[in-house]
Nanobody, 116 residues
Framework: QVRLVESGGGLVQPGGSLRLSCAAS????????LAWYRQAPGEQRELVAT???????TYADSVEGRFTIARDNDKNAVTLQMKDLKPEDTAVYFC??????????WGRGTQVTVSS
């Protein structure tokens, strides 16, 4: 059974850092495109960062230079290092296997709150 589990969310002050992890079971994550999305209250879900099977990386303009996506193949996981966090980064963060099945495969999300 395939599972994606996000972790690492929490409450952080503006300017702080968090490291999210998306751990997979039931399949080798390194073979797939993995994306991080986020959804703030009342907003549409937006794409934050993507890493392909060949490790090509893209970022949304709003997080470029502050967020870093990377694979941790030993843990069958993908991480999202976030620094210089801003209140507008507050959202539920989801990971998704973009090319797993016809519609991809989502995790359940982890809450990130940036507030003083």
């Amino acid at each position: 059974q395939v599972r994606l589990v996000e972790s690492g969310g929490g409450l952080v002050q503006p300017g702080g850092s968090l490291r999210l992890s998306c751990a997979a079971s039931g399949m080798p994550m390194r073979l797939y495109v993995l994306a991080w999305y986020r959804q703030a209250p009342g907003e549409q879900r937006e794409l934050v960062a993507t890493i392909t099977g060949g490790d090509k990386i893209t970022y949304a303009d709003s997080v470029e230079g502050r967020f870093t996506i990377a694979r941790d193949n030993d843990k069958n996981a993908v991480t999202l290092q976030m620094k210089d966090l801003k209140p507008e980064d507050t959202a539920v963060y989801f990971c998704k296997l973009e090319d797993f099945g016809p519609q991809g495969f989502w995790g359940r999300g982890t809450q990130v709150t940036v507030s003083s």
